[in-house]
């Protein structure tokens, strides 16, 4: 059973950082890639950054190109994503996704809330 437990949201500024954590549980969090999305209030839920499970490519949602930066430490079975610039349009639930095999994100955490205030 895999289980990923995301950390790290809260309130911030417009400007401010935050760095969201996903604690993932099982002995494979390496052999998989890794995923962040979010979802606003009456939005769809969308893709913000993924990782490959060797961390060695990274990809990027346009929107946060540039102030979001995706890293794993897989000898701790974590996933971050780091948040710089953080814009009021941020705000949202943050979730972390673990693919299958597949490849499609079959794994999800119960997300956790980030607010940007202008």
């Known amino acids: 059973q895999v289980q990923l437990v995301e950390s790290g949201g809260g309130l911030v500024q417009a400007g401010g950082s935050l760095r969201l954590s996903c604690a993932a549980s099982?002995?494979?969090?390496?052999?998989?890639?890794m995923g962040w999305f979010r979802q606003a209030p009456g939005k769809e839920r969308e893709f913000v950054a993924g990782?490959?499970?060797?961390?060695?490519?990274?990809y990027y949602a346009d929107s946060v190109k540039g102030r979001f930066t995706i890293s794993r430490d897989n000898a701790k079975n974590t996933l971050y994503l780091q948040m710089n610039s953080l814009k009021p349009e941020d705000t949202a639930v943050y979730y972390c996704?673990?693919?299958?095999?597949?490849?499609?994100?079959?794994?999800w955490g119960q997300g956790t809330q980030v607010t940007v205030s202008s």
């Open positions: 990782i490959r499970r060797s961390g060695g490519a990274t």
């Open positions: 996704a673990r693919t299958g095999i597949s490849g499609a994100y079959d794994y």
């Open positions: 099982g002995r494979t969090f390496s052999a998989f890639d």
